[in-house]
C-alpha cells in the first residue's frame, strides 16, 4: 500500500485594522515565503507547527506534499494581491499534486483581506469548492483567532494554541496531523461547536489566572475520551470587523451534543470572569521613576502598546523621550523600527556620532509620538542575524535585516531595518548587551517576550506608550463591530 499523501501549507495574518500600511508581497518577503521543496528543510527541528506536522508525519510513515509556508509580521490589512497569490498557489498545489488524502493548514485566524473581513474563511472556502465537502481538512489557529462562521463550516477540526506566550505551535501542529491521519483511517469523526463572545480581551499570561483557570477548565474537558480537542481563543481586539471577539471551539469524535454543551460551558465561565481580564499599567513616566529608585535590576518595561507581533509600528518614541527626560543612565530600549536611520548610522560609520530624527513616522503623532531629534553615536553594525534560544521559536533563524545600536547617552537603542518583536534576548546579545546587566531593558512586546525575559527580570512593569496595540480600547474608532463589545460597551451580551 503506498503512504497517506498529506498536503501542508501555511498562510498566517494578524491583521491590525489600525495600522496605516497594508502587508503586501515585500512584508511576507521580509519574514519568509517559501516555495515546497525549501519548506521541509526550513521548519526541521523548529518548534512550529510545520515542525510538527513534519514529526506527526514521521510518525505516521505518511507523505508530505509541502506547498507554500507565508508568514509576516503582525501589521495592517493584507492586500487582495498577495491573498490571492497564496490562495491561487494553494489550489493550484492541490489540483497538481496527484492523489491527496488530507490537508493540514497553519494559519492564524486574524487575517483580514483589504477587501474581506474574513481572510481565513474565504481561503478555506476556496479549498472545500475545490475539494469537495469529504475530504478531510485540520488546521491550526492562533490564541488571537477571531473565528468566523466560514472557518467552522469549511475545516474538519481546528486546534487552537493553548499558551501565550506561544510555546505550544510545534504540538499542535503534531496533534492536528496525527488526528488527520485518525481521521483519514476512519478512527475519527469529528464534529465542532462554536460559542462566540461579542468581548475585546486585552492581553494576559496563559500560564497564571485568570487566563489559566480558563485553559485548566478546557484540558480537564479533554480529559473525555470522546472529545478530540478544546480551544478557547482571546481573539484579537485591534481589528475593527464584525467577527473581533473571544471564542471557545470544541471538537468531538462525533458527537454534537456534547461538543455544543461543553463550548456553551467553557464560554459561560469566560463571560463570567470578565472583570478579571482587566489589564494593570503605568504611564512611561511612572515606570521609569520606579525602575529608577530601585537597587536592584533589570526591570523589564514592556511597552504593551507598540508591539509589532500586534500590527504596531514598533517606532513609537513617548518611552524614549520619557526615558530621555528622566535622564536615565543604564538603559536599552529593543527595538524602533526605523530603516532610514539604520541607512544613516552605516553610512556613517561606527563610532560616528550622528544628527538623526528618530521613529515616530508611520502613523499619527497623537498615536504613538513625535520622530525624536537627537544626536546619537553609533556603537555597532550587524547583519541581525542570530538563531532564538528562548522557550518560544527555539532554534528559529531570525533575521532583522542590517541592525544598529546607537548610543543616545544613557540610552542605547537598537535599531533593525525590518520590524520584529524582541522576544528572544538574542537580540540584545547579538548585539553584545547583556540583559542582567542594564537597570531597564525596555521591550516593544505585550507577553511573548516573558517566556524568555521574566526568569532573567528583577521585575516586569507593563507600560501604556498609548500605540496600536493599547490595552485601552476607547483610544480606537470602531465602525465594524456590529453588535456591543465588553468592555466599550455595557449593552454587551452574549
Ligand atoms: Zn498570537
Not at 281 to 287: D, E, I
Not at 308 to 321: D, L
Not at 364 to 381: F, W
Amino acid at each position: 500500500m503506498s503512504p497517506m499523501r498529506l498536503l501542508i501549507a501555511e498562510f498566517k495574518h494578524e491583521s491590525n485594522t489600525f495600522a496605516s500600511r497594508p502587508t503586501g508581497r515585500a512584508e511576507y518577503e521580509a519574514r519568509y515565503i517559501k516555495r515546497a521543496g525549501e519548506i521541509i528543510p526550513f521548519f526541521t527541528g523548529v518548534k512550529s507547527e510545520i515542525g510538527g506536522f513534519i514529526e506527526g508525519a514521521r510518525q505516521a510513515g505518511a507523505e508530505l506534499v509541502p506547498v507554500i509556508a507565508a508568514n509576516a509580521m503582525p501589521s495592517g490589512v493584507v492586500t487582495r494581491e498577495m491573498f490571492n497569490y497564496v490562495r491561487d498557489a494553494i489550489l493550484q498545489g492541490i489540483r497538481t499534486s496527484g492523489r491527496i488524502d488530507g490537508i493540514a493548514l497553519s494559519l492564524h485566524g486574524a487575517m483580514v483581506v483589504e477587501d474581506s473581513f474574513d481572510g481565513e474563511g474565504e481561503l478555506l472556502e476556496a479549498i472545500r469548492n475545490q475539494v469537495g465537502p469529504d475530504l478531510p481538512l485540520m488546521i491550526t489557529l492562533d490564541f488571537h483567532a477571531n473565528l468566523t462562521p466560514k472557518m467552522m463550516s469549511n475545516c474538519s477540526a481546528m486546534f487552537g494554541y493553548n499558551t501565550y506566550p506561544h510555546v505550544d505551535t510545534y504540538e499542535r501542529g503534531l496533534e492536528a496531523l496525527l488526528n488527520l491521519v485518525k481521521m483519514i483511517r476512519g478512527e475519527l469523526r469529528p464534529v465542532m461547536a462554536l460559542e462566540w463572545l461579542p468581548m475585546l480581551i486585552p492581553s494576559l499570561e496563559t500560564s497564571l489566572p485568570p487566563f489559566s483557570r480558563v485553559f485548566d477548565a478546557a484540558f480537564a474537558m479533554e480529559k473525555d475520551p470522546r472529545v478530540v480537542n478544546v480551544s478557547w481563543f482571546q481573539g484579537f481586539p485591534w481589528t475593527d470587523i464584525p467577527y473581533a471577539g473571544s471564542a471557545v471551539v470544541a471538537v468531538t469524535d462525533d458527537d454534537p451534543a456534547l461538543a455544543g454543551r461543553l463550548a456553551r460551558e467553557l464560554a459561560q465561565q469566560v463571560w463570567e470572569m470578565r472583570e478579571l481580564f482587566r489589564v494593570e499599567v503605568m504611564t512611561p513616566a511612572a515606570a521609569i521613576a520606579k525602575a529608577t529608585q530601585s537597587l536592584h535590576k533589570p526591570f523589564v518595561l514592556a511597552d504593551i502598546s507598540d508591539n509589532p507581533g500586534g500590527g504596531a509600528p514598533s517606532n513609537g518614541t513617548q518611552v524614549i523621550k520619557a526615558l530621555l527626560d528622566a535622564g536615565a543612565k543604564d538603559a536599552v530600549v529593543a527595538t524602533i523600527h526605523d530603516p532610514q536611520v539604520v541607512e544613516q548610522a552605516v553610512r556613517a560609520g561606527v563610532r560616528a556620532t550622528i544628527d538623526i530624527e528618530l521613529g515616530g513616522k508611520t502613523e499619527p503623532a497623537h498615536l504613538h509620538g513625535e520622530p525624536l531629534k537627537l544626536k546619537a553615536m553609533v556603537r555597532t553594525i550587524s547583519d541581525g542575524r542570530y538563531v532564538n534560544k528562548g522557550p518560544m521559536g527555539t532554534g528559529f533563524k531570525v533575521d532583522n535585516g542590517v541592525t544598529v545600536v546607537l548610543d543616545l547617552g544613557g540610552v542605547e537603542v537598537i535599531v533593525p531595518e525590518r520590524k520584529l518583536q524582541p522576544a528572544d534576548p538574542e537580540i540584545l546579545r547579538r548585539h553584545g548587551i547583556e540583559p542582567r546587566d542594564k537597570q531597564m531593558v525596555v521591550l516593544k512586546s505585550t507577553l511573548h517576550y516573558r517566556a524568555a525575559f521574566a526568569p532573567l527580570a528583577h521585575e516586569i512593569i507593563q507600560l501604556d506608550g498609548a500605540g496600536l496595540t493599547s490595552p485601552n480600547f476607547s483610544t480606537f474608532r470602531y465602525r465594524n463591530l456590529g453588535v456591543p463589545r465588553w468592555p466599550l460597551s455595557p449593552d454587551a451580551r452574549p
